[in-house]
């Protein structure tokens, strides 16, 4: 649908442009995220990638845009806009899904012909959102299991704020190589997260090498179940820098039998036809509601 409706935007654009020769603009700038103060710091880092939005004006969907953005409206007057933050769900750039866990940004606002409205569109956390997450900011007590077959190891470096500017202190490191070529691991904690609710992944990520997502169902009597899901592929060393990316859980989750909770888990294995790889990961963050 939100493919569609991107398109829809585009031919929106042109015939507004070409049949109303004075509307009214909206230029709409970046997102910015900021805490929820019922949540008492619970959202961890703020570090987000909302790099879409949904555009309504009087309740009416304008369309859907990558931000920043300046478009025409052919509305003038007092009007009420919203704004919902996007993403690319699961990383699919054709995929623009309005983000759940995150307020829709709203004002009242008066739009006049041939002038432009600039907004800058904050957002937050709802109060109902639950968390779980590992920040590495404790790096003696990570919260994740790395299985005993695994070869790699992960550790946990002092961010340089001046090579590699980033949110933190500490961040996750796993070196591969012909040696130590797998690592395999998961969250430590049971989530108990209900069939058909919203569940995502948020992960911040800087990789040479292709990591693998998934969820294990564990089962009442204590074993587990592995489902793949989702691969972040590796950025070109030329250009390669710190990401995020939301996966979506809720369709996985549906899938486990009843009574399971779940783990994340994560899989490096050294990508063929290399003789090294790295990640780099922090503020992962299972996001949900219950």
């Given at each position: 649908?939100?493919?569609?409706?991107?398109?829809l935007?585009?031919?929106?654009?042109?015939?507004?442009?070409?049949?109303?020769?004075?509307?009214?603009?909206?230029?709409?700038?970046?997102?910015?995220?900021?805490?929820?103060?019922?949540?008492?710091?619970?959202?961890?880092?703020?570090?987000?990638?909302?790099?879409?939005a949904?555009?309504?004006?009087?309740?009416?969907?304008?369309?859907?845009?990558?931000?920043?953005?300046?478009?025409?409206?052919?509305?003038s007057?007092?009007?009420?806009?919203?704004?919902?933050?996007?993403?690319?769900?699961?990383?699919?750039?054709?995929?623009?899904?309005?983000?759940?866990?995150v307020?829709v940004?709203?004002v009242?606002?008066?739009?006049?012909?041939?002038?432009?409205?600039t907004?800058?569109?904050?957002?937050?956390?709802?109060?109902?959102?639950?968390?779980?997450?590992?920040?590495?900011?404790?790096?003696?007590?990570?919260?994740?299991?790395?299985?005993?077959?695994?070869?790699?190891?992960?550790?946990?470096?002092?961010?340089?704020?001046?090579?590699?500017?980033?949110?933190?202190?500490?961040?996750?490191?796993?070196?591969?190589?012909?040696?130590?070529?797998?690592?395999?691991?998961?969250?430590r904690?049971?989530?108990?997260?209900?069939?058909?609710?919203?569940?995502?992944?948020?992960?911040?990520y800087?990789?040479?090498?292709?990591?693998?997502?998934?969820?294990?169902?564990?089962?009442?009597?204590n074993?587990?179940?592995?489902?793949?899901?989702?691969?972040?592929?590796?950025?070109?060393?030329?250009?390669?820098?710190?990401?995020?990316?939301?996966?979506?859980?809720?369709?996985?989750?549906?899938?486990s039998?009843?009574?399971?909770?779940?783990?994340?888990?994560?899989?490096?294995?050294?990508?063929?036809?290399?003789?090294?790889?790295?990640?780099?990961?922090?503020?992962?963050?299972?996001?949900?509601?219950n």
């Open positions: 649908m939100s493919r569609i409706l991107f398109f935007s585009i031919l929106f654009l042109i015939g507004c442009v070409k049949n109303n020769p004075d509307p009214s603009w909206l230029e709409v700038n970046e997102w910015t995220l900021q805490s929820n103060g019922s949540l008492s710091g619970q959202e961890g880092e703020l570090t987000h990638n909302f790099s879409e949904w555009v309504y004006v009087n309740d009416e969907i304008i369309g859907v845009f990558e931000v920043p953005f300046k478009i025409p409206i052919l509305k007057g007092a009007v009420n806009i919203k704004i919902y933050p996007a993403v690319k769900n699961n990383g699919i750039a054709a995929t623009k899904k309005i983000y759940p866990f307020e940004f709203e009242n606002a008066e739009l006049k012909e041939n002038q432009t409205l907004l800058n569109p904050i957002t937050k956390y709802k109060s109902i959102t639950q968390f779980w997450i590992e920040d590495f900011e404790d790096p003696l007590n990570v919260k994740i299991d790395v299985d005993q077959n695994t070869s790699a190891i992960l550790t946990t470096p002092t961010s340089n704020q001046n090579l590699e500017p980033f949110n933190g202190n500490f961040y996750g490191k796993i070196n591969l190589n012909a040696t130590d070529s797998s690592w395999i691991a998961s969250t904690d049971q989530l108990a997260i209900q069939k058909g609710r919203e569940a995502y992944l948020e992960i911040d800087y990789n040479t090498n292709s990591l693998l997502t998934g969820v294990l169902y564990v089962n009442p009597d074993t587990t179940t592995n489902n793949p899901h989702i691969t972040i592929t590796p950025q070109d060393i030329s250009s390669i820098r710190w990401k995020k990316i939301y996966i979506d859980l809720k369709e996985l989750i549906g899938y039998p009843n009574g399971s909770n779940i783990l994340q888990s994560l899989i490096a294995t050294l990508d063929e036809g290399k003789t090294e790889g790295e990640i780099r990961i922090d503020n992962i963050k299972v996001v949900y509601f």
